[in-house]
């Protein structure tokens, strides 16, 4: 496997053994664009997509994992919830220093417990934040209500930019 393979199955291990439970495609996509805000370079660029920002290459490297069978989807919910099959693959992190799989391991036990949308919410937010001229709090929460509409109140906003100070973020 590639290094951008290899750390893409890395994550998904790392949040399967710190959460106790397997992640779903939306939550991968947003804990990797966590991880490269805490400047750790994947190699994924993100646009924005229904639910947030949204990564392709990270979508087609979990297809691809699958694929080879590094990674089982279970569709049995509404989610497509992924696993390694550690049995036939040894899965380690390719080309991140020990300082790195720290922060990973860090922001993944940070963010434990925190649903999908919760994630979404987040990392919209920070999106809208890099994307903007103004970083007032003001304008993020704008921003925010323009990409998603009404599926989140001001208050659920306003708690999510509480972790903007983890990230670097700073409202002028």
């Not at 646009?47 to 392709?56: I, K, M």
Request: charged share 25%; glycine share 8%; hydrophobic share 35%.
């Amino acid at each position: 496997m590639t290094g951008i393979l290899n750390n893409a199955a890395y994550i998904i291990k790392r949040i399967n053994d710190i959460w106790g439970e397997k992640p779903g495609k939306k939550t991968l996509q947003k804990m990797v664009f966590l991880i490269e805000q805490k400047g750790i370079n994947l190699g994924y660029d993100y646009g924005l997509h229904f639910y947030g920002p949204y990564s392709g290459a990270l979508d087609a490297a979990a297809t691809f994992l699958s694929t080879d069978g590094v990674i089982e989807f279970d569709y049995s919910g509404y989610s497509h919830l992924m696993s390694i099959d550690e049995k036939n693959f040894a899965v380690e992190a390719d080309g991140l220093s020990v300082e790195q799989v720290r922060q990973i391991d860090e922001l993944i036990e940070r963010f434990k417990g925190q649903s999908p949308s919760e994630l979404e919410l987040l990392t919209t937010a920070i999106y809208a934040y890099d994307h903007l001229e103004n970083k007032s709090k003001e304008s993020v929460i704008s921003g925010v209500q323009k990409i998603k509409g009404q599926k989140y109140s001001i208050d659920q906003i306003q708690r999510s930019l509480k972790n903007f100070k983890y990230f670097g973020k700073q409202f002028c």
